[in-house]
């Protein structure tokens, strides 16, 4: 699931709680997170992309990159792609990173906050009064929600998910359901696909989510479905992405997305739930 801080992980998601972890790239560009997304009162339901969630206090402190308040910043002399790909690669090598998102698709807002670890990652996502929370470790994804959000964005069949009712649930490879809550939990599958079109531009440098950042804009999609996004990313220091906005139009409406990056090199410490259901023994799972 997907593009954080959260509470006690072993209790079930009630609706919004703060979460602490990780984030993701929508389709085809940086945009943190893939995001599942049901829609409430509708019939039908929308994939967007990532997830994330996290699993300690976010500790205070400067942000990577930042400098002075009154630095004056001047544009990187790379090309813009250059520059693009060299943050992507410092976001690959990082340990871990905190992660928010606030979006809407078709007027109907949700958010994702999660922590993207090496090979772990854990991340809430919350539409109205449905919510699901999963825990991703090497081989294996715990999953916890509501039913229609089980069923929406980790593709559970519906009676399956009203199965599981308020416990954890676990996921293996082999398991439908495991790919489409797994994606985007870690660093590595976050910013695994990412790709921005051009023609690229860079944009003035601004403090975005505290910390003096350049802005590079581009496009991600194609024809009807094309989205405008910008990634901000930081002026000085380690050149890590601070902040991506996308917008622009699907068949399902207008999409807004704004994903915060922070806490870049944390690390992730989860604890495995105890007693969760294996996947297969839930009810009427078809051929998933």
Known sequence: MTI?????????????????????????????TAVAVLLLGGSGYLLVHHRGGSSSPAPTGVPVGAPPATATVALPQLAPRLFLARSLAAARRSTGFDYSVRASVGQ???????????????????????????????????????????????????????????????????????????DGDTVRSSFAHSQLRGPL???????HNGVMSVGISGYSGHGAEREQVVIWIAAQGTPLPTEITDSGMTKQGEVTQDTLMQRWGRSLNLHRPANAAPYRSLSDRGSA
């Open 201 to 207: 531009q860079y944009l003035t440098p601004a403090r």
């Open 108 to 182: 109907i807002p949700f958010t994702v906050t999660g922590t993207a670890g090496r090979r772990e990652g854990v991340q809430l996502i919350v539409l109205g009064n449905e919510s699901v929370v999963a825990e991703a470790f090497p081989g294996v994804t715990y999953v916890r929600g509501t039913p229609r959000a089980l069923h929406g964005f980790s593709k559970f069949p519906l009676v399956a998910a009203e199965d599981a009712g308020d416990q954890w649930v676990v996921l293996h490879p082999r398991d439908k359901p495991f790919k489409p809550t797994t």
């Open 4 to 32: 954080l801080p959260g509470a006690d992980q072993s209790a079930a998601p009630k609706g919004p709680r703060p979460p602490h972890s990780r984030p993701s790239l929508r389709r085809e560009h940086i945009a943190l």
